[in-house]
C-alpha cells in the first residue's frame, strides 16, 4: 500500500421516513465517496442505491425474521455500510448485543491492500429509549472495535449533544448520553474527524468559530420544534489515529435541500 493513499468517506442520515430521493443520490455523488456509512435506510432506499452501483449490506437484511424493537415494534430502517470505486467489502454483521441491533452495521473493508473496519451506527435517542440504552449502544461499539482489532471508521448519528461548546469542557450532554465514548482519549480509540481537521488548520478552525461564536463548531441537525431553531452537530465521522483527514466538509444546507433532515458529512482520508 501507498502512504499517500486518499478515500473519501461519508456519513449521512438519510431520513428514514420516505425512500431515498434523487437528489440525495446526486448529492452522494458530488462528494466522489468511495464508503458510505449511512443511517435511516430503507429498504426500497437501498434498492435504489444498489441501482446507482453501491454495494454492501443494512442491519436490516442482517436481523432474524420477525425481529422486533422498542415496543415490540418492527424497524422500518437500518444503518448501512456500502462503498463503489475502489472499497472492497467483506460481509456485514450486527454489533453484538447493541441494545437496537439495526441501529449499527459494520463490515471489513479493504483498499489497496489495506484491511479496516467500516461502522455506521446511530445512538438511539434518549428520550425515546432511555439512558440505559444509549449507553448500551455506545458500549457494544466499543466492544466491537477492540474485538475487531483493526484501524476503524465509524460513520454515527449520535443524537447529541444538547449543546456544543468551542471548549469541549463546556459542551452539554443530553442526560442519557454516553460523553466518555466521544472523548479524544476514549477507548475505542477514534478521534473526531472535525477536531483533527481543525487542529491542522487552524484558519477553518477560526472561520467556524466567528461563524459559531458560542458553538456547534459544525451543523448537521436543526431542532425546528425550538423557538428559535437551535442548530447542532448530531452526526460525526470518527477515526483511528492511522487516519488523517485532509478534507472535511459538512454540507447542511445542500442535504436539507435534497430532502433529508440531517447534514451529510464528508471526509477525505489519508492513511498514514
Not at 114 to 131: K, N, Q, T, V
Not at 161 to 169: F, H, I, L, N, V
Amino acid at each position: 500500500m501507498e502512504a499517500d493513499v486518499e478515500f473519501t468517506v461519508v456519513s449521512w442520515n438519510l431520513d428514514g421516513w420516505h425512500t431515498i430521493h434523487d437528489e440525495q443520490l446526486a448529492l452522494l455523488d458530488s462528494t466522489g465517496a468511495d464508503l458510505a456509512l449511512l443511517q435511516e435506510v430503507t429498504p426500497a432506499s437501498l434498492r435504489l442505491l444498489r441501482e446507482a452501483g453501491w454495494t454492501g449490506e443494512s442491519a436490516l437484511e442482517l436481523v432474524a425474521d420477525g425481529h422486533t424493537e422498542r415496543g415490540g415494534r418492527s424497524p422500518r430502517f437500518a444503518c448501512a455500510v456500502l462503498a463503489r470505486g475502489p472499497i472492497t467489502l467483506g460481509p456485514a454483521s450486527l454489533v453484538v448485543d447493541a441494545p437496537s441491533l439495526v441501529r449499527a452495521c459494520a463490515a471489513e473493508a479493504q483498499f489497496d491492500g489495506f484491511r479496516f473496519l467500516a461502522i455506521s451506527a446511530a445512538l438511539p435517542p434518549g428520550s425515546m429509549w432511555g439512558r440505559a440504552a444509549k449507553v448500551g449502544q455506545a458500549d457494544a461499539l466499543t466492544r466491537a472495535v477492540q474485538a475487531a482489532g483493526l484501524p476503524t471508521v465509524i460513520g454515527m448519528d449520535r443524537n447529541g449533544p444538547r449543546t456544543e461548546a468551542w471548549d469541549a469542557s463546556e459542551t452539554g450532554w443530553w442526560p442519557e448520553d454516553p460523553p466518555g465514548f466521544f472523548a479524544a482519549d476514549a477507548e475505542r480509540g477514534c478521534r473526531d474527524v472535525l477536531d483533527l481537521w481543525f487542529q491542522n488548520n487552524p484558519a477553518a478552525a477560526d472561520a467556524a468559530r466567528r461563524a459559531r461564536l458560542n458553538g456547534p463548531r459544525e451543523v448537521s441537525y436543526l431542532e425546528r420544534r425550538a423557538t428559535p431553531p437551535i442548530p447542532r452537530r448530531y452526526d460525526v465521522i470518527l477515526v483511528s489515529d492511522v487516519f488523517q483527514p485532509t478534507q472535511v466538509r459538512y454540507r447542511y444546507d445542500e442535504s436539507i435541500e435534497a430532502g433529508s433532515d440531517h447534514g451529510l458529512v464528508e471526509a477525505t482520508l489519508t492513511v498514514v
